[in-house]
């Protein structure tokens, strides 16, 4: 399957990795015509994007405290109304891109520091993940201690073979420096794995916190 080049407006300055496997959580990433390569010079790069990470990393962990009590109560309407309340919504996707522009800024996808904010804006160099919301939502999945459990046992698939990804990606961190570093250039196989790993979690994250309904599938690919 040939990799598709989404443009969503004309401001956009570089074109994004699409979506094409009609899972309603998609995550693109920018295709830069040239990487920063000092972020590629081994060891000294990563330290400095670690350190640079440290007030997101704070503010991701607060964040992460919200939607863990976010999820206390947002079980109820989804549960009376079959309906997804907006406000959590839009929180625990924000949480969702938090932890992927995190990733993609990390492993050097982009080179642009992430968002502090819970929406996408295209055009910035961020990665992205964009939602379909559905017009209502299992009223199963909200049934409190059941639904999560479920979710947790069927799931279990894609938390071993993403947990092996991510030691991969790891591996992979000793060699996607070259061309970088070299060339300007992040591998198109880089694009394929590293992304293709940080796309499939989105998609798990997304059905865990109940942003979708359908099961998340066993694949890399846009």
């Known amino acids: 399957k040939g990799r598709k080049i989404v443009a969503f407006n004309q401001s956009i300055s570089a074109p994004y990795g699409g979506s094409a496997t009609g899972y309603p959580v ?7 015509e040239n990487h920063n390569r000092f972020y590629a010079i081994p060891i000294v790069g ?14 991701l962990l607060v964040l992460i405290l919200v939607v863990y009590v976010c999820q206390l109560v947002v ?24 932890v992927k522009r995190y990733s993609s800024f990390l492993y050097g996808l982009t080179d642009q520091y992430p ?7 295209p055009g910035d160099g961020d990665a992205m993940v964009v939602f379909e919301p559905q017009q209502t939502y ?26 092996i990804l991510y030691y991969v990606v790891g591996i992979v961190q000793l060699v996607t420096w070259i061309p970088v570093l070299f060339g300007g250039k992040y591998p198109l196989w880089g694009y394929q ?30």
């Open 26 to 32: 998609h995550v693109e990433f920018p295709i830069l």
């Open 46 to 59: 990563y330290v400095v994007r670690n350190i640079m990470l440290i007030p997101y990393m704070i503010a």
């Open 75 to 98: 079980w109820f309407p989804v549960m009376t109304t079959g309906q997804y309340p907006p406000w959590a919504f839009r929180l625990n996707s924000g949480l969702i891109r938090y």
């Open 115 to 121: 968002s502090f904010s819970l929406e996408d804006h």
């Open 138 to 163: 299992s009223k199963f999945w909200a049934i409190p201690i059941v639904g999560i459990t479920v979710k947790e046992i069927i799931l279990i698939p894609h938390i071993i073979i993403l947990g």
């Open 193 to 222: 794995l590293v992304g293709g790993w940080i796309r499939w979690s989105a998609r798990v994250m997304a059905y865990g916190l109940g942003l979708s309904d359908q099961y998340p599938p066993f694949s890399l690919s846009e």
